[in-house]
């Protein structure tokens, strides 16, 4: 099946710092999804991303779908963007469901 | 996360009882999806369902598993004969024409 692998694993920053997390794709696509995991457990939809760029306030996606792989962009970073965030991917021709990464643990430190 | 509620949000069971756990989905979604997180892990797909039909529960373990989407009423989610292993959070998503998932608040399952 597709594998998701999300880098890095763990990032540490200072509030106000920028930061891309990756997400790179073992086959074709037909949805990408990334969420942030709240330190309370909440999953929250960020973007609906197969391809192309979206931003929504500080926060910014790329999908590049021919090379497999896509980029979140988190600027002037706040504590409360702090959590856990996926990459999760449905393959072109796949049963509909999601396969997530492993994810990528931010801290935001004031 | 556009309305997806899932109840409980927090469900304690004693070895070898029955969890239930219950999930409306988004207002006119008719595609149901439960993944479940096992402690700092990500999450993993167990089941989809739409309307009265499994499509594909090719994630859900074998035995003491199952899950309905009856034509009235929220999908349910049961485990019988609970074990310590089955203490995760599971995830309820829905969508309409599969793109994109939206999901719950998640229930905690904690298994004494």
């Known amino acids: 099946g597709i594998q998701v692998e999300q880098s890095p694993p763990d990032l540490i920053l200072q509030e106000g710092a920028n930061s891309t997390l990756r997400c790179n794709f073992s086959?074709?696509?037909?949805?990408l999804q990334w969420f942030h995991q709240n330190p309370w457990g909440q999953l929250i939809n960020l973007f609906y991303?197969?391809?192309g760029t979206k931003q929504n306030g500080r926060l910014s996606a790329t999908t590049v779908a021919t090379e497999r792989y896509s980029l979140l962009y988190i600027s002037s970073s706040q504590t409360t963007d702090s959590g856990v965030y996926f990459c999760?991917?449905?393959?072109?021709?796949?049963?509909?469901?999601?396969?997530f990464g492993k994810g990528t643990k931010l801290t935001v430190n004031p | 996360n556009a309305g997806v509620m899932q109840n409980p949000r927090h469900l304690v069971r004693r070895r070898g009882q029955e969890a239930r756990l219950r999930c409306s989905p988004v207002?006119?979604?008719?595609?149901v999806y439960w993944y479940r997180q096992l402690p700092e892990e990500g999450l993993k797909f167990m089941v989809y369902?739409?309307?009265?039909?499994?499509?594909?529960e090719s994630g859900m373990p074998k035995e003491r598993f199952s899950a309905e989407f009856p034509k009235e009423g929220p999908s349910i989610l049961r485990i019988q004969q609970v074990v310590r292993g089955d203490s995760a959070a599971y995830f309820c998503?829905?969508?309409?024409?599969?793109?994109?998932?939206?999901f719950g608040p998640g229930t905690r399952l904690t298994v004494l």
């Open positions: 369902l739409q309307k009265e039909n499994i499509i594909d």
């Open positions: 086959d074709s696509v037909n949805n």
């Open positions: 991303i197969p391809s």
């Open positions: 207002k006119g979604h008719s595609h």
């Open positions: 999760a991917v449905e393959s072109e021709g796949g049963s509909e469901k999601l396969v």
């Open positions: 998503a829905s969508s309409q024409f599969a793109l994109p998932q939206y």
